[in-house]
């Protein structure tokens, strides 16, 4: 096993080298700056395999004859209790003239790691196959 395929726990984080985010460490391009992050091909194929769980967009467009309008950002993270886990100012600005934004939420899900070779030697141990009496 080479060093870029290491396997890593599922969910531990790291810090993207390029644009500083906190990004997933099995993730080899940050969805962030979309910087490559390490030459790995079953990390780049397991991260082309990731699914769109959700995906949201809008635009607000400012009425032309009106005051400018400011806006922020906020994204905010619950668990299954209900509890906020996260909560992030990602962006302010304002809207003046016939200004418009667009703004996207997407959360995409990633498919299993493969399982690692349980020896160090990366063989795998023999399959017991129970036999029959008769």
Not at 79 to 103: H, I, M, P, W
Request: net charge positive; glycine share 6%.
């Amino acid at each position: 096993m080479n060093v870029a395929s290491r396997p890593v726990t599922p969910g531990k984080t790291r810090t993207c080298p390029h644009c500083k985010a906190a990004i997933l460490e099995s993730l080899s391009i940050c969805p962030g700056c979309m910087h490559h992050l390490r030459f790995d091909q079953d990390a780049a194929k397991r991260q082309v395999a990731a699914t769109s769980a959700l995906k949201v967009e809008g635009v607000i467009r400012h009425p032309q004859q009106q005051e400018p309008w400011e806006y922020y950002v906020v994204i905010a993270v619950r668990n299954d209790r209900g509890e906020e886990v996260a909560r992030q100012v990602v962006n302010v600005g304002v809207l003046s003239g016939t200004e418009k934004r667009t703004f996207t939420l997407s959360v995409d899900v990633l498919p299993p790691q493969p399982a690692s070779s349980t020896s160090s030697t990366g063989s795998r141990p023999a399959l017991q196959i129970p036999t029959q009496k008769r």
